[in-house]
């Protein structure tokens, strides 16, 4: 599986929606994704990419798209 | 050391004080045994003075299903607020998974549950809790718990 599918499936699995919708998410954007939403997710891609991330990467993780800036600096890189 | 943050065992005054259910949503009577971080068995007798049995019921007395999922995960929630950093916090469900429940237990029934925290991180817990009447398994599901006031402080800047 490629690393955007895993990101992908990652929201989806999190916040059950469907994987059209995951682009345009961001914190607080839909009810799911609150703070305990946040943790979930959280831990949910440190397990899929096994990495740990560091607090201040974690408060910024905003959006689908922002999280994809941080995700790269520990590696996991999303170009085709 | 008995009732205390980092104790190995508590009465009823101990869980009281570590955790935040109260009568009659309290569904565990003691923990026997506890590793801070790690363990806890605990034990909840149901006699028949228990406020649902005359309704579930009347003919037919025994613990509704909600109630030994609650009883696992209060006594999965002593694996962790035993800790003293955590003693006495409130805490939140986020998911119970793979509940199974295998026998009934009624009017006189002790549940004995043995319950292990796998992971505590960033104010998640998740584990597992085992019911057991006269060693038989009864119920058991795996279980996430939050700790809000840990959580607040990892929540996205907005």
């Known amino acids: 599986m490629s690393n955007i599918a895993t990101y992908t499936a990652a929201f989806v699995d999190a916040f059950r929606v469907d994987e059209t919708q995951v682009a345009d998410l961001a914190y607080q954007s839909i009810e799911q994704w609150d703070s305990l939403g946040h943790m979930q997710l959280m831990s949910d891609l440190e397990e899929r990419f096994e990495i ?22 520990y590696g996991v890189a999303f170009d085709a | 050391m008995h009732n ?58 025994n613990v509704p299903g909600f109630v030994l999922v609650e009883s696992l995960v209060q006594s999965f929630l002593m694996t962790f607020l035993s800790l003293p950093e955590h003693f006495g916090s409130r805490t939140s469900f986020l998911t119970i998974k793979e509940t199974q429940f295998r026998r009934r237990v009624v009017p006189g029934d002790r549940l004995v549950i043995d319950s292990t925290l796998t992971s505590l991180k960033r104010g998640i817990a998740t584990g597992t809790s085992i019911g057991r009447v006269d060693g038989e398994l009864a119920v058991s599901t795996d279980v996430t718990i939050g700790l809000p006031k840990i959580l607040e402080k990892y929540k996205p800047k907005t």
């Open chain 1, 52 to 73: 740990e991330m560091d607090i201040d990467d974690i408060t910024d993780f905003s959006s689908f798209s922002k999280g994809k800036e941080i995700l790269g600096k």
């Open chain 2, 4 to 61: 205390e943050p980092g104790g190995s065992s508590f009465d009823i005054k101990g869980i009281l004080k570590a955790q935040c259910n109260r009568s009659p949503m309290l569904f565990i009577d003691r923990v026997c045994h506890c590793v801070p971080g790690q363990s806890a068995t605990s034990e909840k007798n149901f006699t028949y003075n228990e406020w649902f049995f005359p309704t579930h019921y009347e003919d037919d007395p």
